[in-house]
């Protein structure tokens, strides 16, 4: 069956398509980075509107890069949430509209859970059981996953999530949009422990996190003495230094408790090299496995929607398509209706 997946939750659109036999046949996305940038962040009205311009044509890309025809299409797999209303509605309109006219279910999906199976696009796929650390812009969490819809929580952020505290700090530091990449830029010619910062809740015995403190002791040393273009660097350097600190305790923390050995990295953060390369190493001492997706798909995409969509049906939890536009701008991983069929 082929699985086209639509992604609008925020400022990227994304569209793809998902052959459970073949694999990924074709996926586009575009960003809406250079629309944003003159206001320093997302405006919701501003995206929404830029779905509705983009989306007629990425469907219609993809199904000609795949030479895929619409009545080939066996169900189409929507984000339903979280993210921001306006742009999720549009992703939902479009795709219930279109498997109403062509008769085929139309499939809502959770975005983290999207994020959470992309690693199993790769070549090198990881298989279930597995713990894995989801780091994008507006979550950081850990779940413990024991199949499609199978998900625990282990911990998550209290306050800013990892990506919020890079783009935030970023800000700080006067660098541009988005913050987090050009703050990782930046700390590649500074050098960390110049200017201590904390790392927060590091050695808690629970498995939360806590970045907001971190993003303020940023400003204080920021604004004592450390305007400086290297000084800045330094602040960067060490701010990156600190998120990976406590992301890769946390998480070796996590995989140590659950009796696993792999573990999965998922998310917009998850495609930050300094990262990647501390767990990897944390996880080669320990002889697990450490799992990404491709550096493509870490960022919000279609392909991860139509292959959750793909494995939902697959698993029998897509549940019953009563062609309803669902919309869950806040919306738990842990929701029962992620965890079981629709109803």
Request: glycine share 12%.
């Amino acid at each position: 069956m082929i699985v086209l997946g639509i992604e609008s939750s925020c400022d990227e659109t994304g569209v793809a398509l998902y052959d459970r036999d073949r694999g990924l046949l074709a996926h586009r996305l575009h960003s809406q980075v250079a629309l944003h940038a003159e206001y320093g962040g997302v405006v919701p009205e501003l995206a929404s509107r830029d779905h509705i311009r983009r989306l007629p044509q990425l469907i219609a890309q993809v199904l000609a890069d795949a030479g895929i025809a619409r009545r080939d299409l066996g169900a189409i797999g929507y984000t339903s949430g979280p993210g921001l209303a306006g742009a999720l509605l549009v992703g939902a309109s479009v795709a219930v509209s279109m498997a109403f006219a062509l008769d085929i279910p139309a499939l809502p999906i959770h975005h983290l859970e999207g994020h959470l199976l992309s690693p199993m696009l790769s070549a090198d796929a990881p298989a279930f059981p597995f713990v894995a650390l989801l780091v994008s812009g507006g979550h950081t969490q850990l779940m413990r996953v024991e199949g499609v819809g199978c998900y625990r929580l282990l911990g998550e952020s209290v306050d800013d999530a990892a990506g919020e505290a890079f783009d935030k700090t970023a800000k700080l530091l006067g660098l541009g949009y988005p913050g987090g990449p050009e703050l990782a830029r930046l700390a590649e010619t500074g050098i960390p422990g110049r200017i201590p910062l904390p790392r927060p809740m590091l050695k808690a015995d629970h498995l939360d996190f806590s970045f907001s403190g971190l993003k303020t002791a940023v400003l204080t040393a920021y604004n004592n003495g450390n305007r400086t273009e290297g000084g800045r660097a330094d602040l960067a350097a060490e701010f990156q230094q600190a998120v990976v600190d406590v992301l890769v305790a946390k998480s070796i923390k996590a995989v140590e408790r659950s009796g696993l050995e792999t573990l999965v990295v998922a998310g917009g953060v998850g495609a930050n090299r300094h990262l990647r390369g501390a767990l990897d190493e944390a996880c080669r001492q320990r002889g697990w496995r450490a799992c990404y997706p491709e550096p493509e798909l870490c960022t919000d995409n279609g392909a991860m929607i139509a292959f959750a969509a793909s494995l939902r049906v697959t698993a029998g939890l897509a549940g019953p398509s009563d062609q309803s536009i669902v919309v869950r701008p806040r919306w738990p991983l842990e929701d029962d209706r992620v965890q079981s069929a629709w109803g």
